[in-house]
């Protein structure tokens, strides 16, 4: 076991280099470079920069050296200094701004997490037990309009029927006078107040594709033998259902912690835009869009880095689930 | 072991009150186009200390009649009508049937007042649960059994199956367990709680001869020391006639005989018991076309010299220094136990697998000898050609996207045999010749029973009239009254095309009655060679003589494999 | 820029500035005694009773700024909640809190009236300006703000090589920086090189703030020159060099670090509270204590509190506010006309109102066909005047404001608006009839008379005429809706064009070089001509489209680009006069031969005049303008001075 | 299959080939059926969208902005007069500049089934200005769903749409496919080092955060590109990251299809390698690949919506049904013209269709399963 994490660990090392040196080259792909979109912007305001500031700006970024200059200036600052350069639009370092997203998102991802599971894993037991029975149609065709629907639209009508017809805040995940509150009950409250619409919200989609899941993976199950087994040894439907085939039905979903991870970061990056959720995501399509390249940077290799260590850690928590795994 | 339940007359008299009295049981399975009555008006009685053995081939109902009896029959299957009584120890009874399959009360009864083994082992025990947890489990329900106390029975249970350290054990995962130590950690769950009644469905079916012995002589012993009354499922008559004090035939969910086990074994009176006695008899001597036949000289060169032939997985020597030769026309029987390596010798042979070391060396008609083990290119081609293979499945063995001619002409085609017409009535003729319909040859595999299918396989096998056919396991899917066809037309084929055979089984009665000679594999070495009758009746080697003993006979009054040797491999 | 005679400070700009000097002088004389019952904010009082804060006049100095409410008097108290976007939104904040210069614009942006300074002289040659700064004015911090600061914002920063590589082209003429000297304390000079009559005006707009953006004392300790241990302070910071940590701390006029820094002293009405940062989610800012200025009852300002924008990812979230009345006053992001139904159908329930925004632009969409073709044969064609009025007369421009502009404009061409003292017919109005039979006749004039089979022009050559109009969907989604109109119409004499939706970087690349067809871009120079005059001659090298390589020439001196024709140079001599004229009557006459020439070149083909788009306001949001000029030069709403909002209790 | 034999009448069952099998399965399955039937109907749609448009989708009407959708009727006041709608005409608010209109029942315009409309090219070949359905009096347009800001038919934009936003998912997961059997297929068949490494591309690609990719490919695309290049980068783009599923999912066919024992019989019979993998392999596991490509197209339809909210899809005028919602995508669509979001209700409907259909495929896939 160790020496396979320790495998895996080694594995990554490479892995990343090629990730951030492909988010890197992906990023400055664009035509022109921060400098010239951050003009644009100005611009679409019809605000205007003088030329000569403009010029300075970009010698002062660094942005007329070589590429693979400027990656190895960046990747040698991240490897000695654990520096990840600094935002050109912000003129912070990349690393506050980065991590100061992320207890927040946390939160978000964790919340929406809960939730989906809660939902999903009772009803999608439910449907396959009940397999091609009224309820199970009705549960599928909700399910697949889940999947359906894009989550932006869904965000937007939300929003605006929570705003204009039961006249609810819902933008950002805090009231204004909370906003930066130290953390109270108060502010706990105020920000589960705020929570359940982008969580209904990116629930939705996760929820739909985890009762499908849970549902084709209990069907598995439900016809093994040793259900059978559970079921002559006298176990009420319920009992045996729970410790049996969901049990070994919900094996797969460790797998899903490896998407959890980055899911913090990109996943909700669509809806939090819309709802204006003070998560990660909005400042990294934003650094993507601005050519913020330290920040976007940090960003990709941030949720590469994420991904890893989450399939590592659902390898492991999957191995310490399944004692097939484990034992083999 | 006690004689007590050994003689079937003489319990009769001291019979009971019926554990469990079946009524005209009916269960239905509904499907698309109507109804299945798996089950269709059985009727029977166990009594306590008793066992009552329900034999049939595959689809007769048998195990489905099991299940109904603990309402555990898999959806979308539900018990139409019928009675179930069962007797309590306290005296009261209870109709199965109208418990239901959900309430309290048959819940109770499951697992706790009867009890059920299952086939598989492996699949009929979480995998993800300990050994422990899921015996635990049954004393907490039944019993009510704190935690410590339901651990320390369990240890006790499994202490009295003899699975050895049990106290480790109990914390072990099934896929940690050997095929037979996974059965008796079944049984003791199912003994937990000393139940009136076990059912026992195929329990040792999915194992080797000599751990079925085991297992058989387990279940006997704990059912004298508990007096449980056992209904035992099982399509293997040599299994009944070792273990039953009465027994039910069952043919397509109806009852055909029952009754007592010397009867049905030495009078049965209806046509389809006959029949299946007759069969698994049948097996009990050579088959009457080889009788018929000369020798093979013994001083004819062999067509297939196997030199020291080894075969490794990684660490693991699978096939270990095997030599033996086959002459042209005869049929050599391989015989051993699962993972003996005999099937990893097999595919050896027609180089499915290259082996690690040794030589097979395969003798052209026209008298050129070469090396399979070192042919390559055009030269394996062409001993594709000669040296041929059945495959054990009948179903994975024919790829279900091509139909029959397809199936059978690929072999012709791909070797640039025949094509177009001709093909077609190369086909044609050898579907006659190994018994199909030629004008099925537009149907697809799943469109064939079992047997047509292995005869297919066979078609497909001959098709290039090879010299040597490998058959790996051809009959052990098959029923047993199949079996006698397919191994039949093999012999005819073997008189017509002058073929000889490298058949791997594990099934001495099989053997038996095809073999010329056999030789017996154990842990990857051959560890005897000789004619098949002096094999069989007079083995040189322990494994041997410890594998034969372990056979169930077809006859209630041989019984003997508590008797039967045990080989304990000197290391 | 004025057009009245009263304005005008040239020859009589001495006595104009006494008199203004002293009119506040004797302003802050007679009301000195007032402001003892001056008002100010409750906390800034309480503060004051407790000892924490300096009595009321201490803190405005003798010689405040006097601001007449737009409305009334009003009471003191309240946040203005407004929307930012989450990105590059820092002029969001500017336009709110951070446009204090020596001068500001009237309402009308036409003239520029004191500000930071009291007064000004400004030298007959136009290079030498007095400005006359307000005694015992002090930075948010409290301590006072003197013509060293000036000097050192511009002496020792904007000069500064490694802070600007090169000095913003307001605080240049003739090529050179100003030079800026201290006379004495309330008194500081500007030198130009050039006359540079505009500069009062510049000084007006955002880009012009630089002599009143630094603090020295505050600033000064970022600056090797003032600090020896500025090193350490780099490294603790983590950053490169001492340049990146000046940015960080002080910013500069528009990047986001100018309000990232609450420390940073200040002389705008609010304070930074909460920072633009990376991932905010709003910003707030805080009453300025030391604020200069006071209303006509000597209250001090600003009446609000603070403001609190709220930053949206996405503009629609911030309309939702809009609807549900969380947001007071806002016009940024929201104004497009294809919200205007949604919004004003919503007045009742966010009980607020619409206010009229009215562009400094002159056209919604100027067409630039250009003239300076890299192809000679199309050049020869786009060089035609009578090809550009054909194109012009084929418009059915009426369709494109109807569908595009909700009715809510008129045909137009170029030139300063209507409302524009310098409003001139013929520039803005010829051509804009719809007139196919003489757009073909004019067409079949110059050799483009031959057809292909389905009816399209061919070139002399043969080819077809086909060009392809690059437009930035991004930026002007409603250009590109115009161009497909403008497609049909011009399909309709016989031309072919491509709507080319192009990426606005590559947008600017294809003008910088000179690789364009033709591009489109809102015409400016409606409200400020004087400006942004790239409609009326090649000015602008990366504006003036139909042209660029006239107008690199112009901007080099002739040293690079390509040599206009005549009445190009014509023009360009003039600006160059009017820019040096601070007469603004002389300055319009200047400006009105110019426009003549503008005229009869007829250039860029408009579509119609800029539309006026709308902002929306509280209902008890008051002393807020009704309606203003939309504009960057006129970086609205600053120029109604924010610090006299107030909210009706 | 067909019968070419003699044999008087087998039951069908026996005759039947896996695909037909594979389709009684199927059948049986309701939802899967009316995915299959709407999926079906979607790509006629997407394949000649000029017949089932009324009107130009990309024509401007200065006269219909933000029309409201328009309702069949049968009936007049005086009877049945046979489809028919009502036109109406357009004011506008003096305040608001809301767009108002005014029903004008004494116009009734009649509908043509095969009637004459705008001419357009079917199949991108023939030129012809016949359409399902067209209003009598080209004068006065019918718009079943409306119309947008500039008074383009939002039902003809739809069908327009469904030709790029259906094939970008058909395009993307058949390029995904090809790239997916190729490797997938080595490394499965040929296993060892090849297997590892393609093995470690695999795991690589996947462990790349798909949407920050797309996001800096998209954005990487220069803009310039005429719209149909822009659109196969897009697929592309979307399906460079789509791959690595598929080559995972053969990958694992191929392996476990390798240990079956009629591709050894087939090894046996002496067929050469490629024999084995296309004649015997490959068709068993087609329909898991069917499967699994059906289930990968929505994915792909809703990627290029997300992609184009958030502005680096498609670009207008190209329209797909992404571009659409892009442009429905604000408060004063929800507020004032709910209609556009029509374009959504495609989305949904295409997306739950082929998922229906993926998933009955998928359950059906494996006909002796059951």
Known sequence: MLRFIFKRVLWMIPALFAVSFLAFVLIQLPPGDFVTNYVATLAASNEIIDQNAADALRERFGLGEPMLLQYGKWIWGILVHGDFGTSFEWQQPVGDLVWERMALTLTLTLSTLVATWAIALPIGIFSAVRKYTIGDYIVTSISFFGLAIPSFLLALVLMYIAVVIFGQDVSGLFSDEYQNAPWTWAKVADLIHHLWIPVIILAVSGTASLIRVMRANLLDELNKPYVTTARAKGLSEFRLLMKYPVRIALNPFISTIAWLLPNLVSGSIVVAVVLNLPTAAPLLLQSLLAQDMYLAGAFVLLICTLTLIGSLVSDILLAIADPRIRLE | ??????????????????????????????????????????????????????????????????????????????????????????????????????????????????????????????????????????????????????????????????????????????????????????????????????????????????????????????????????????????????????????????????????????????????????????????????????????????????????????????????????????TLGIVGESGSGKTTMGRCIVRLLDPTSGEIRYRKPDGEVIDLVTAHGPALKDMRREVRMIFQDPFGSLNPRMTVAQIIGEPLLVNGIARGRELDERVSHLMEQVGLEPAWRERYPHAFSGGQRQRIGVARAVALQPKVIVADEATSALDASLRFQVLDLLLKLQDELGLAYVFISHDIGVIRYLCDRVGVMYRGKLVEVGETEQVVTAPNHAYTKALISAVPWPDPNRRGIHKRHRYVEQV | MGTDGKSVRGRMSRRAFLGTTTGFAGLALTSGASFAAAKEAPELAAMVAKGDLPPLAERIGENPMVVTPADRIGSYGGMWRRGLRGSSDHNGILRCVGNNGLTRWDMDFTKVEPNVAAGWDVSDDARTFVFHLRKGMKWSDGQPFTADDVVFSIEDCVKNPELYSSVPSILTSGGKPATVTKIDDETVQFQFEEPYALFLEQLATPLGQHPTLFCKHYASQFLPKYNDKLDDMVKAEGLSSWADLFRAKNGDIEIPSRWANPEKPVLDPWVVEEPYVGGATRVIVKRNPYFWQIDTEGNQLPYLDGINFGISQDVESLMLDVISGKIDLQERHINSLANKPTLAANTEKGDYHLMELVPSSANVCSIYLNMCHKDPKMRAIFEQKDFRVAMSLAMDREEIIDLIYLGQSEPYQTGPRPSHPWYFEKLSRQFTERDLDKANALLDGIGLDKKDGSGMRLRPDGEKLFFSVDVIPTLYPDLVDVLELVKSHWAEIGVDIKVNSIERALYYSRGDANDHDAQVWPGPGGLDPMFDPRDYFAAHTQGSRYAVPWAQWYVSNGTQGEEPPESQKQRMKLYDQAKATVDLEERGRLMHQLFELTADAFETVGVCLGVNTFGVCRNNFLNTPKREPDSWTYPNPAPALPQQFFFES | MTEATTNAGPPRLEVASQSKLIWWAFRKHKLAMAGLIVVAILYVIAAMPGFFAINDPSAQNARTPFHPPEAIHLWSDDGFVGPHFVPSKLKRDPDTLAAIYVPEPEKAVRLVLFGHGYSYRLFGLIETDRHLFASSDPKQPFFPFGTDRLGRCVWSRIMQGAQTSLSIGLVGVALSLIIGVILGGISGYFGGRIDFAIQRVVEFVLALPTIPIWLALAAALPQDWPATLQYMMITIILSLTGWAHLARVVRGRFLSLRTEEFVSAARLDGCSEGRIIFRHMLPSFMSHIIASITLAIPAMILAETSLSFLGLGLQPPTISWGVLLREAQNVRSIATAPWLFAPGGAVVLAVMALNLLGDGLRDAADPYNK
């Open chain 2, 1 to 330: 072991m006690s004689e007590t339940g050994q003689n079937p007359n003489k319990s009769a008299k001291t019979r009971a009150e019926p554990v469990l009295e079946v009524r005209d049981l009916v269960t239905h399975f509904p499907v698309r186009t109507g109804v299945v009555k798996a089950v269709d008006g059985v009727s029977f009685k166990v009594y306590p200390g008793q066992t009552l053995c329900i034999v049939g081939e595959s689809g007769s109902g048998k195990s489905v009649t099991a299940r109904s009896i603990l309402q555990i029959v898999d959806a979308p299957g539900r018990i139409v009508s019928g009675q179930m009584i069962f007797r309590r120890a306290d005296g009261s009874t209870v109709d199965l049937v109208k418990l239901g399959d959900r309430g309290r009360e048959i819940r109770r009864i499951r697992g706790n007042d009867i009890a059920m083994i299952f086939q598989e082992p492996m699949s009929s025990l979480s995998p993800v649960h300990t050994i422990g947890d899921q015996i635990i489990e049954v004393l907490r329900l039944h019993l009510g059994l704190s935690k410590t106390a339901a651990r320390a029975r369990a240890i006790e249970l499994l202490a009295e199956v003899e699975i050895p350290t049990p106290e480790k054990a109990i914390d072990r995962y099934t896929f940690e367990f050997s095929g037979g130590m996974r059965q008796r950690a079944m049984i003791a769950m199912s003994l937990a709680c000393d139940p009136r009644l076990l059912i026992a469905d195929e329990p040792t079916t999915a194992l080797d001869v000599t751990t079925q012995a085991e297992v058989l002589d387990l279940i006997k012993r704990l059912q004298d020391r508990h007096g449980s009354a056992v209904i035992f499922i099982t399509h293997d008559m040599g299994v009944v006639a070792e273990i039953a004090d009465d027994v039910l035939v069952m043919y397509r969910g109806r009852v055909m005989e029952q009754g007592n086990v010397d009867t049905i074994f030495h009078h049965p009176s209806d046509d389809y018991t006959r029949g299946l006695i007759d069969s698994v008899t049948r097996l009990q001597r050579r088959s009457d076309l080889r009788a018929a036949r000369a020798p093979v000289p013994a001083d004819r060169p062999p067509v297939l010299e196997v030199k020291n032939l080894s075969m490794d997985f990684e660490a693991l020597r699978a096939v270990n220094d095997v030599s033996f030769e086959v002459r042209p026309g005869e």
